[in-house]
């Protein structure tokens, strides 16, 4: 993932294809980093950024994952004894005629219901008693039925399915949705959090480099489910890795990924590390950086992890190396 502006978005495309090749180029990912306004701009005000995203070989790249919105999260309003969870047709419309999915069942009062012409159930018989023995099937009375009793009238019952939060997310979008994200300034309140003053010009929010991390290396729920829906388009649970990822960003600035890559690991448990890369680059002489002691942009980095350390109260973690290149003589 490299994030850009529109000013050399086009320039650094055809650098990626030169380096990763054309044909692994996954996305061209769009932040909508700013909501401002006004008169900031003579022409267009710009308030989007770019983060392009390739991988080493596409064809070993599996099926990508995101957090799903804030939106679509209010609509998981119910909760039992495994967690929250939203309640889903179990039959819904189709133009298959696959009549394994066309079956008879029996609702509590003994009536037997069907999918009316034109819809179908969303998975097979013993796929349905699976999730009925798991108590994954809500039945309930209703005037406005898909279904239709043996005699072909509308039923009045209706069949859902369970579907819980713990295994829900959906494949990204290229419009990074702005309730998971955040704006620009989201990474500024981060920085004035920690230091007590806007310290770095434009850092990086670090929901939006979660996101992107989650996306890439997913993320272990703590409130894991049986996955209980057949449609390929649907939500699908992450499968679990086997081993703790090494994040790597070759343009550090304050740290922002560092604090992302911790945050992430303390919410679902994971070891994952990082490895941060900054030119010893001079904090500017009159800045407010450089009046709190931090001589270049790699000193206030790794007071950032330092702090988000004590912040997130990682007693466990085994805190950080740096190392410096010298210069040859």
Same mark, same amino acid.
């Given at each position: 993932f490299v994030s850009i502006d529109d000013n050399e978005v086009h320039h650094l495309r055809l650098v990626m294809d030169e380096i990763f090749g054309e044909e692994n180029f996954v996305t061209q990912f769009v932040w909508n980093s700013s909501t401002a306004g006004g008169i900031r701009a003579k022409y267009v005000n710009r308030n989007h950024e770019y983060a392009l995203c390739y991988a080493k070989t596409l064809a070993q790249v599996p099926q990508l994952f995101a957090p799903l919105s804030q939106e679509a999260v209010k609509q998981y309003n119910r909760r039992d004894a495994r967690g929250r969870y939203r309640e889903k047709d179990f039959a819904w419309v189709t133009q298959s005629t696959n009549s394994n999915q066309r079956y008879l069942i029996e609702c509590p009062d003994g009536a037997l219901v069907q999918p009316r012409p #034109?819809? &179908?159930?969303?998975?097979?018989?013993?796929?349905?008693?699976?999730?009925?023995?798991? !108590? &994954?099937?809500?039945? *309930?009375?209703? /005037?406005?039925?898909?279904?239709? !009793? @043996?005699?072909? +009238?509308?039923?009045?019952?209706?069949?859902? %399915? /369970? *579907?819980? &939060? #713990?295994? $829900?997310? #959906?494949?990204?979008?290229? &419009?990074?949705? +702005?309730?998971?994200?955040?704006?620009?300034?989201?990474?500024?309140?981060? %920085? /004035?959090?920690?230091?007590? $003053?806007?310290?770095?010009?434009?850092? +990086?929010?670090?929901?939006?480099?979660?996101?992107?991390?989650? %996306? $890439?290396?997913? +993320?272990?729920?703590?409130?894991?489910? @049986?996955?209980?829906?057949?449609?390929?388009? !649907?939500? @699908?649970? %992450?499968d679990e890795q086997t081993h703790d990822e090494i994040v790597l960003d070759f343009f550090a600035g304050s740290c922002s990924t560092a604090h992302a890559v911790l945050a992430h690991n303390q919410e679902d448990g994971r070891a994952r590390r990082f490895i941060m890369v900054q030119q010893p680059e001079l904090t500017p002489p009159n800045s407010l950086a450089r009046r709190h002691g931090f001589a270049t942009i790699a000193d206030l980095g790794k007071e950032r992890i330092r702090r988000v350390l004590h912040k997130l109260a990682l007693e466990d973690c085994e805190g950080f190396r740096v190392y410096t290149i010298e210069e040859e003589h």
């Open positions: #034109g819809y &179908l159930f969303r998975f097979v018989r013993a796929r349905f008693e699976e999730a009925l023995h798991n !108590d &994954l099937v809500v039945f *309930k009375r209703t /005037k406005t039925s898909p279904l239709i !009793d @043996q005699h072909g +009238k509308r039923a009045r019952w209706n069949i859902y %399915i /369970k *579907k819980y &939060l #713990g295994d $829900a997310t #959906g494949a990204p979008s290229s &419009l990074t949705p +702005k309730s998971v994200v955040g704006l620009y300034n989201s990474g500024s309140n981060e %920085i /004035k959090e920690l230091f007590g $003053a806007m310290l770095f010009n434009n850092p +990086k929010p670090t929901a939006y480099l979660r996101y992107f991390l989650e %996306i $890439a290396v997913g +993320k272990n729920s703590t409130d894991s489910r @049986q996955r209980n829906d057949a449609e390929p388009e !649907d939500a @699908q649970e %992450i």
